[in-house]
């Protein structure tokens, strides 16, 4: 019910206050997260929950299917933020698998304003169309590119001017792609793990 909102924030709040006396004051003078979680706005896949991190320790966007688009002001807001600003150490991104976002970009019906954004996850499966044509199966397919588009989406982290900053100032960076299973709960790493220059084409660096 949505009148239990604010009465379940109060309680959460003592809760947290019991167990860690001092909590929110210590919190509300400085966060220090050593991670950027970039992920699906898909209320199954609460980021800290998952991976059991408490306020403070996790930097979190998430959008429509978990992308990182070069012209979106807002992702790059908060990637330079995290970045230059708290300096996280990781990078995940998130994916998960059933993706209403990227099924929907596999098919034709006109829905709207979001076509224009899932039109970034349309290119990426006609990039990879022998690969997702071999998966006979519809859901089988999804899932194949709910994958695909995290390591997409890991290559474009490293394309952008924050991150390649970081490395070319020898800091430790590391993007990581993860796609989390909404019928069991469990994380797999994809292990695309990128950390310096070498992970990316040269085309694409700057400075
Ligand atoms: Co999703």
Redesign the pocket.
């Given at each position: 019910m949505f009148d239990d909102l604010l009465n379940n924030n109060k309680a959460w709040a003592q809760r947290i206050e019991e167990q860690h006396p001092g909590f929110f004051k210590e919190l509300a003078a400085q966060q220090k997260p050593d991670y950027l979680w970039i992920g699906?706005?898909?209320s199954r896949?609460p980021a800290n929950e998952i991976v059991g991190l408490m306020p403070g320790e996790l930097f979190v966007h998430r959008n429509?299917?978990?992308m990182v688009l070069h012209t979106d002001l807002n992702c790059l807001s908060v990637l330079h933020y995290a970045v230059e600003v708290l300096k996280v150490k990781h990078i995940i991104v998130c994916?998960?698998y059933?993706?209403?976002?990227?099924r929907a970009s596999l098919g034709h019906d006109d829905l709207g304003l979001i076509d224009n954004w899932l039109r970034h996850l349309k290119d990426i499966a006609y990039a990879n169309n022998e690969i997702l044509s071999a998966e006979e199966d519809e859901d089988a397919r999804v899932d194949r590119f709910?994958e695909l588009n995290v390591i997409a989406q890991v290559s474009n982290v490293c394309k952008t001017k924050p991150v390649q900053r970081a490395w070319k100032a020898g800091r430790e960076l590391t993007i990581h792609g993860w796609i989390y299973g909404i019928e069991d709960g469990i994380i797999k790493d994809l292990k695309v793990d990128a950390k310096s220059f070498d992970c990316m084409p040269e085309l694409y660096r700057v400075g």
């Open positions: 699906c706005s898909d896949v429509i299917a978990n994916g998960h059933g993706c209403g976002g990227v709910c």
